[in-house]
């Protein structure tokens, strides 16, 4: 007890020499190495938060006062609004930032941070992750700071900062190679003590006198000190798990593990010092290697979907060259860089944000954000995307949106939304896990009471290889490491999952439901005609449309910016009428643009219009209709074209299983029927309100049908949300995407087909595994219990067994998901053109 007094109670190092200085914690005066960690104990019990103390599972970094102190100083640099662009994320009344935390022994750790930080004034929110150590802070900037939160982790003797890639690998590679060092260690100990064992198989037990030889005497203390050291170092981490749960009166998977463990060392000991009876070193020896090569390939899985995150932030790279008035160029950080920047991009270089062409033209690959291999061609006026890879010749490039506002941000930030949701089977598996772990040590208890009753030689045996044989694994851990590897993949081929409860709903649906512009089509609406009769003429139409659409995101509305990106008129009290058009006072009268059907209303029939509407419809172009109170004054004809994988996405979803494709569309029902027979779709209804969409969603799921719904305007949401399930595109509206579980950063319709079979065959690994655990448990436990299993055989089932479910759900790093049938949008013709709706 001496001794430990002289310990550092925070960080563990001796306190021999200089002033004592004591704190009371846990009821107990403890004794501290230094005033920085004397400060940051007393910060942690002041704050309520004791308890860390009680679950740390090892002694914090030393918080050196001399460094303390010049880092909280540099923290209000943080505070800075272009230093926060990097890695701050806005919205109206609050700001999230991406943190890494340094100095994070166990989830204990993580605990207390998390706790601390929740208490803060001014925090909405605290997300934190063990596999990355990373945390994602919200707060309300009206109240607090970011240096505020930041200097409250420092009070609690842990470093914390923006999050960043190459750190995180750091702090990764750290951690695979202790876990790899502990795997390495318990092999070269296993070999040599299953040789042991092996030999005693062949070369017999106890003599004839019951004494065993001195050879297997020796061999039995060393065996038993081998083993002791795998317990040690190799084994640790059982131990610490599940003292963190008993500590917690939690029942987690590590608890049944441990007292297997602990009993077969035990009996294996009290069987070596008294020179009789079986030991179980071999056993423990190949437990501990087993388990841990499971659990590191675990982590690998795990790990997956977060790099698939990290790799976009590594291509968006960390300076610019930016255009001054007097045209000259400076390399300037990225971090730096504000919308309406000029910045010139060379080919072989990446985006440092998102912009728009201003000069020059030239192809980018945007594969790591989209997944679609062919680079694409933007013109001068067109968009361009962080991280996308200029192949072609130096443009300038407009500077739009940066840091985490950029689409990259946007992209890491949905990925992180995704990953913290989990299917219904996953949530199942997690509350099954403990009332497991209590039948286990139930039935193990009372295999114990019937064999002593039995035969107590027996006892020792069968009650270790009950808690042995079990496998908790299943539920536990392999069925996260599906989801986490699945969302990798969904990232990789250019789709973010959302919400990954959905992935069972979208394994699952036989109707999907197609919005038209903007699904079936790019939405990129172009005005190929207009028809004004009146003695003003077809540009101060024009004129007057493109102001009600000034500040809209439809498609149509791009499409009349285009043509007349500066108008002459004003538009006032401008309202959007969902499926239906816009309206807005323009000279003091009031104006109406959108279907002929609505803005001539039907005691105002639209004379001298009737057979241009009707021959634009039959030619395919889609109509849009501008009229004042008096009856109609103009028409326009747009053309879109399809979008790639449109003209086989009804086969292949058909190959796929779905048994009702149809469009759902506000445009007239002679254009959705003429696009329908040409994409092969058998149903299709136009001339449909939002709120008709809606019902016929809903008429679909109360026959009992589970219904995808794939659009991207406004007018969708009501149905997107309504729907099982449903999908969005990238260019779709902010509304829609929030109501859809998955978004398509590709333009290709192909990823519909391929998102839906990832989703099956995640399901589908994943009731394996459940299906495995359970089918094997129901048969090894009784088995073991009624004494049919020895604990060698009892280690190497319950390893292989964790080790299979884990392989199983690795597969999907590798399995292809390419539809059996059908072409694909490279197969589609791009120049292929028809009407489309609003």
């Known amino acids: 007890m001496a001794e430990s007094r002289r310990q550092c109670f925070h960080c563990g190092l001796h306190t021999s020499f200089g002033p004592a200085r004591r704190f009371e914690v846990l009821g107990e005066a403890r004794e501290f190495c230094c005033d920085g960690c004397l ?17 740390r599972e090892a002694p914090a970094a030393r918080a050196d006062p001399e460094v303390v102190p010049d880092i909280l100083r540099k923290l209000a640099l943080y505070d800075n609004e272009d230093v926060q662009r990097s890695f701050v994320r806005q919205g109206a009344g609050w700001r999230e930032a991406s943190l890494i935390l340094e100095d994070i022994r166990c989830p204990a750790c993580l605990w207390l941070n998390e706790q601390h930080i929740r208490g803060l004034d001014g925090v909405l929110g605290v997300e934190m992750d063990y596999t990355s150590q990373r945390a994602h802070v919200r707060w309300d900037p009206g109240v607090t700071r970011l240096s505020v939160i930041l200097k409250a982790i420092s009070n609690l003797g842990f470093l914390a900062y923006p999050y960043d890639t190459a750190h995180r690998e750091k702090l990764l590679r750290d ?12 092999g070269a100990i296993a070999m040599p003590v299953m040789q042991f064992s092996l030999a005693s198989y062949w070369m017999g037990g106890p003599q004839a006198d019951g004494t065993l030889p001195l050879w297997e005497v020796l061999g039995r203390w060393t065996m038993l000190a081998a083993v002791t050291a795998v317990l040690a170092w190799s084994g640790q981490e059982f131990f610490v798990g599940a003292w963190r749960d008993l500590r917690i009166r939690r029942l987690g998977m590590d608890v049944p593990i441990v007292l297997g463990l602990s009993i077969a060392w035990l009996g294996s000991l009290i069987a070596t010092v008294q020179r009789h009876g079986e030991v179980y070193l071999d056993s423990i020896a190949m437990f501990v290697l087993f388990i841990l090569a499971a659990r590191v390939l675990e982590m690998r899985g795990r790990v997956h979907a977060a790099d698939a995150m990290d790799r976009l932030a590594r291509v968006v790279p960390q300076s610019a060259r930016r255009i001054g008035p007097s045209g000259a160029e400076t390399e300037i950080p990225a971090a730096e860089l504000n919308p309406g920047d000029l910045i010139r991009v060379r080919p072989g270089e990446f985006l440092p944000a998102d912009g728009v062409v201003a000069e020059g033209a030239g192809e980018f690959d945007e594969s790591v954000l989209t997944g679609e291999s062919a680079p694409v061609v933007r013109q001068a006026g067109e968009p361009v995307i962080a991280g996308s890879c200029n192949t072609d010749q130096a443009v300038l490039v407009e500077v739009r949106r940066v840091g985490e506002d950029s689409t990259a941000g946007e992209i890491r930030h949905l990925l992180d939304r995704g990953l913290s949701s989990k299917p219904p089977a996953a949530r199942l598996a997690d509350r099954v896990a403990g009332w497991f772990v ?20 027996r006892m020792l045996s069968a009650t270790i290889a009950v808690l042995i044989v079990t496998c908790p694994c299943a539920l536990a851990l392999a069925t996260p490491v599906a989801i986490a590897v699945s969302a990798g993949r969904y990232a990789s081929q250019g789709v973010l999952p959302l919400d990954s409860a959905a992935m069972e709903t979208l394994a699952t649906v036989d109707v999907v439901a197609l919005d038209k512009t903007g699904t079936l089509t790019l939405g990129q609406l172009r005005v190929c005609d207009c028809y004004a009769p009146g003695p003003e003429g077809a540009g101060p139409m024009m004129d007057r449309a493109g102001a009600l659409e000034r500040h809209s995101e439809h498609p149509v509305a791009r499409a009349f910016r285009r043509e007349m990106p500066n108008p002459t008129h004003k538009a006032d009290r401008v309202r959007n009428q969902p499926g239906r058009g816009v309206c807005g006072v323009l000279g003091g009268h009031r104006w109406r643009l959108g279907s002929p059907e609505w803005v001539a209303g039907d005691d105002n029939p639209a004379p001298g219009f009737e057979n241009t509407i009707r021959r634009w419809r039959e030619a395919g172009c889609m109509v849009v209709a501008l009229g004042d109170p008096g009856g109609l004054r103009a028409v326009f004809a747009l053309r879109d074209r399809l979008r790639p994988g449109a003209e ?10 779905v048994s009702r494709i149809v469009i759902l569309s506000g445009d007239s029902p002679l254009s959705v029927t003429r696009i329908a027979r040409k994409l092969g779709i058998d149903e299709a209804l136009g001339s449909l309100t939002p709120s008709a969409k809606m019902t016929w969603i809903q008429d679909r799921q109360h026959e009992g049908h589970r219904v995808l719904m794939v659009g991207d305007g406004i007018n969708d949401v009501p149905t997107l949300a309504a729907a099982d399930v449903s999908i969005s595109f990238s260019n779709a509206t902010e509304l829609a995407q929030i109501n859809s579980r998955f978004v398509l950063l590709s333009s290709g319709m192909d990823a519909i087909v391929r998102s839906r079979e990832l989703a099956r065959r995640t399901i589908r690994i994943i009731r394996q595994n459940l299906a495995w655990a359970a089918g094997y448990n129901l048969l090894a436990v009784p088995a073991a219990a009624m004494g049919f299993v020895p604990p060698w055989a009892a280690a190497i089932g319950m390893s292989l067994s964790s080790l299979l479910v884990v392989v199983n759900a690795l597969r999907l790093r590798r399995v292809s998901v390419e539809p059996s049938t059908g072409a694909w949008s490279g197969d589609t013709p791009r120049g292929a053109e028809y009407g489309s709706t609003t």
């Open 39 to 55: 400060a940051v104990a007393r910060s942690i019990v002041e704050s309520g938060l004791e308890d860390y103390y009680r679950y």
């Open 438 to 457: 209590a039948a286990v040590l139930v039935v193990a208890v009372t295999t114990a009471i019937v064999w002593w009753w039995l035969d107590p030689e």
């Open 648 to 657: 086989v996405i009804a086969r292949q979803l058909r190959d796929a299983g």
């Open 175 to 186: 951690r695979k190679r202790r876990s790899a060092q502990r795997l390495i260690f318990a």
